[in-house]
């Protein structure tokens, strides 16, 4: 059978539709998608690891998950980049890259240079950041997007792309949020996420990109600072209850969020990137551990600490976006489908932090 009658016969059998016929040898424009994405779905034989790129590395996620991802497929089969400079434990630690994914040409240079067969993008601006900087996140949130989807159907990659409870609105359902339901967000992060979560199941379904998305809770991390979100607030209470016994709370008492433990979130993203393609009967998941309030955090956080003293200031900015998200997640279909199942509930998450701060803050306290 010729390449052609191939390309179309696969293509007729999956559904999607090659944008040209395949022709090797002859150049692409980087802009036009691969006709033959889907041939390299896997690009790598059963029996090899993946080799993954991890974009926006440095921020509060990507050590953590190249941590984890080392440890399953050998350290040099995993490459952090970031455009920032990385500290010298995590350069010390395995392959680090500078990509900006502005830089098509740099981010197509690194994939193929590198053999990538997983790209796991996690560059953005966060929720708060992002209404302070709107058109900066309007660049890296979506126009970097962009790119990385075109690197990624070109070269026939799996692609992850996380989203969050932000990519819901005002108008969704909030206790509890489905799967599917209206998104209609107020701040540009949820906006660039409905986004994604849309280009990334067009791309599948009429090019046949092996694309995977979870909507990530609120995350919280004991060794990792947040990057700016309306989240961070449950990771900053650790820090300044182990270190001052005071925390300046900028939530309203009683703003519930779904929220989940670091390594919960990363074991989830291992999970969907390794569920046979078959399992997954959606591309978008939620995926969620636990809901809490600061009243409840801070109440859980002083059967440990009892003299921990909490003020509220409310920044009204975040307190507006928190008011328009889910406060509690629907991960049925993700439970069902690929046998999503969390380990850490809110007792377990403040002990495990309040052990990781406490010997970190009186290590530093030694020295
Ligand atoms: N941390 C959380 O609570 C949640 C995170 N997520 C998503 O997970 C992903 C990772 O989140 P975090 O690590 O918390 O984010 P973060 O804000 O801590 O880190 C983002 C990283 O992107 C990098 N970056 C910015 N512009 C870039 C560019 N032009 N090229 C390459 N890199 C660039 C930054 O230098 C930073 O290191 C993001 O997509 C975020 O939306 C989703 C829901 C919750
Ligand atoms: C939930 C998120 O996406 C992030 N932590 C934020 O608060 O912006």
Redesign the pocket.
């Given at each position: 059978m010729s390449c052609v009658r191939a390309v179309r016969g696969l293509a007729a059998v999956c559904g999607f539709q090659p944008l040209a016929v395949l022709s090797r040898g002859v150049s692409f424009s980087p802009r036009q998608v691969a006709s033959d994405a889907s041939f390299h779905s896997v690009s790598f034989s059963e029996s090899d690891h993946p080799r993954v790129l991890i974009?926006?590395?440095?921020?509060?996620?990507?050590v953590g998950l190249a941590k984890l991802l080392r440890k399953q497929f050998g350290k040099y089969n995993v490459i952090l980049?970031?455009?920032?400079k990385p500290p010298a434990h995590v350069y010390q630690s395995g392959p680090f890259i500078y990509?900006?994914?502005?830089d098509y040409k740099n981010l197509r240079e690194i994939v193929v240079n590198n053999r990538i067969s997983w790209l796991i993008?996690?560059?953005?601006?966060?929720s708060a950041?992002g209404e302070a900087n709107v058109s900066l996140a309007r660049d890296?949130n979506i126009t970097?997007l962009h790119n990385v989807l075109d690197v990624a159907a070109e070269h026939g990659l799996r692609l992850f792309?996380?989203?969050?409870?932000?990519a819901f609105g005002p108008m969704s359902p909030r206790n509890p949020t489905p799967d599917l339901c209206i998104q209609r967000p107020r701040t540009i992060?949820g906006v660039s996420?409905v986004h994604a979560e849309l280009m990334g199941e067009y791309y599948h379904h009429r090019y046949g990109l092996d694309f995977r998305c979870l909507?990530?809770?609120?995350?919280i991390s004991a060794d990792s600072q947040?990057?700016?979100?309306t989240?961070d607030y449950a990771v900053q209470i650790f820090h300044d209850a182990v270190k001052t016994g005071k925390f300046v709370c900028n939530l309203r008492p009683d703003t519930r969020l779904p929220m989940m433990f670091i390594d919960d979130c990363l074991r989830a993203t291992l999970e969907v990137l390794e569920a046979p393609a078959e399992t997954l009967s959606m591309r978008t998941y939620n995926i969620s551990s636990m809901s809490f309030t600061p009243e409840e955090l801070v109440q859980e956080i002083r059967r440990h600490l009892p003299d921990l003293q909490v003020t509220y200031e409310i920044d009204p900015v975040r307190q507006a976006i928190a008011d328009s998200w889910p406060m509690v997640f629907d991960d049925n279909n993700a439970r069902s489908d690929w046998g999503w199942k969390h380990n850490y509930d809110l007792p377990e998450l403040v002990q495990t932090m309040l052990n990781f701060s406490g010997s970190n803050f009186r290590m530093v306290r030694a020295s």
């Open positions: 974009t926006g590395g440095l921020g509060q996620l990507g980049s970031d455009i920032r990509s900006d994914i502005l993008h996690y560059s953005a601006l966060l950041v890296v970097g792309i996380p989203s969050t409870i932000g992060y996420k909507r990530y809770p609120g995350i947040p990057g700016g979100g989240t």
